[in-house]
Nanobody, 118 residues
Framework: QVQLVESGGGLVQAGGSLRLSCAAS????????MGWYRQAPGKQRDLVAS???????NYVDSVKGRFTISRDNAKNTVYLQMNRLKPEDTAVYYC????????????WGKGTLVTVSS
């Protein structure tokens, strides 16, 4: 079972940037799609960005143009560059291997908290 450890969250003012990292304990080379999810207080966890092994990128509308997902298979790491952050981006962010939508391959990690102040 691959374990996932997210890091890079923190407190930032609106308009600021953060870069999240997700380190996998095993190889992600053969995983087709890796994704970043987020869960805001009182809400369900939703997929916000994904990247396939072929480099295809997908984002939810609310983060398009502001967030960039990338992966480094050699380092078994997935990144999420978040720019022009908004208070509504406040959430715990998680990564996982995407089966489809919110169906994932591995157990969830602890996530990393992103708090955006106005």
């Amino acid at each position: 079972q691959v374990q996932l450890v997210e890091s890079g969250g923190g407190l930032v003012q609106a308009g600021g940037s953060l870069r999240l990292s997700c380190a996998a304990s095993g190889s992600i080379f053969s995983i087709n799609t890796m994704g970043w999810y987020r869960q805001a207080p009182g809400k369900q966890r939703d997929l916000v960005a994904s990247i396939t092994s072929g480099g295809n990128l997908n984002y939810v509308d609310s983060v398009k143009g502001r967030f960039t997902i990338s992966r480094d298979n050699a380092k078994n790491t997935v990144y999420l560059q978040m720019n022009r952050l908004k208070p509504e981006d406040t959430a715990v962010y998680y990564c996982n291997a995407v089966v489809t939508g919110n169906l994932v391959m591995y157990s969830w990690g602890k996530g990393t908290l992103v708090t955006v102040s106005s």
